[in-house]
């Protein structure tokens, strides 16, 4: 009976997930919310871009990665807390706001400081881990960082402004080709604030640059990821598949160097969705859900909060 009792104090305390909301603009904003009795920390995982949501699948584009839903769990298990938000606008969020594409990156910093605040409740330490298009929420969320912010957790961030990774996403399928010249001019307008009017553009192309993707997009494209990682003082983990396409360990490098104090962890033939490429099956990891997340993502990051909180 002693023993039960001895190995009963290894095992964190039980981990609950409910779904909560706070408010929001128009409606309220919702999260999953896994708590952890006496937990120390809690993450807020910040999703990527478009309709992304909180598990890190988006059904209508084909994404069923399972991935956030699979690194809460994860956190859970090693005992600490997490907020996996819907940003404004989509999914639980929807009644939030009337357009989901009448955003800013600085209105979804705001909901994130915002959960921040509401995770301070689940543990007096948070973190914010943000992916891809996340990260960039995340560091702008950090310039006027809330009391109980502890530090950032960048996943396949970008170290460039936007719309230059995706000019360099669109030359990397030379189908492309043909269409470079135009969509080169379409993202140099909109970095210079100026829109296009969506009927004179390629029939093609005409989805990606609607009237209200354009207008998030000249915002999107405003913000430098590196001028806003020199901004943050605090603890910091970039993370950084090196199998990834759509983005490459040149941006972990940038941010990096604007990041002096930060860790840095690269996923040996990991893919932008936190998990291990499967050979021959280039987009496996985009539409497997029952693929884990790759084996050093989790260790590293329970690795880097403990390090960085002896510290504190």
């Keep these: 009976m002693r023993l039960i009792f001895l190995l009963a104090g290894l095992i ?8 909560v909301q ?14 952890v009795g006496g937990a120390a920390h809690a993450v807020v995982i910040v999703p990527g ?21 699979l690194l809460a769990q994860g956190l859970a298990q090693k005992g600490i807390a997490s907020l996996r938000i819907d940003k404004r606008g989509f999914y639980g969020s929807a009644a939030a706001i009337a ?21 301070a409740d689940l543990a007096p330490c948070v973190w914010i881990a943000g992916h891809s298009e996340g990260g ?4 702008v969320a950090a310039q006027d960082p809330p009391d109980s912010l502890c530090g950032l957790i960048l996943l396949a961030t970008s170290g460039r402004p936007t719309g230059r990774l995706m000019i360099e996403q669109f030359e990397a399928n030379p189908a492309n080709g043909p269409l470079m010249p135009e969509i080169r001019s379409i993202v140099a307008d909109l970095e210079a604030g100026k829109t296009r009017d969506p009927a004179s553009v390629t029939p093609v192309l005409q989805p ?23 901004g943050w003082q605090g603890p910091a983990l970039i993370v950084q598949g090196d199998a990834d396409f759509q983005v490459r360990p040149h941006d972990a490098d940038l941010l990096e160097s604007a990041l002096p104090q930060a860790r840095r962890i690269d996923l040996a033939g990991g893919t932008h969705m936190l998990k291990a490429a499967v050979p021959g099956r280039p987009f496996a990891t985009y539409t497997d859900r029952s693929l884990p997340l790759h084996d050093a993502l989790l260790p590293g990051i329970v690795a880097f909060i403990d390090e960085a909180s002896s510290r504190r």
């Design 99 to 119: 357009d989901p594409n009448a955003v800013t990156i600085g209105a979804y910093a705001g909901d994130v400081r915002d959960w921040v605040g509401h995770a």
């Design 12 to 19: 964190p305390a039980m981990a609950t997930a409910e779904p």
């Design 136 to 139: 960039l929420v995340a560091l």
């Design 208 to 230: 990606l640059f609607s009237v209200g993707l354009q207008r998030y997009m000249i915002d999107l494209f405003s913000h430098d990821p590196v001028d806003l990682a020199k």
């Design 22 to 35: 706070i408010a929001g603009p128009l409606g309220p904003l919702e999260a999953e919310q896994i708590e």
């Design 49 to 69: 871009s478009g309709p992304t949501d909180r598990d890190g699948n988006s059904p209508g584009a084909s994404l069923l990665t399972d991935s956030y839903q």
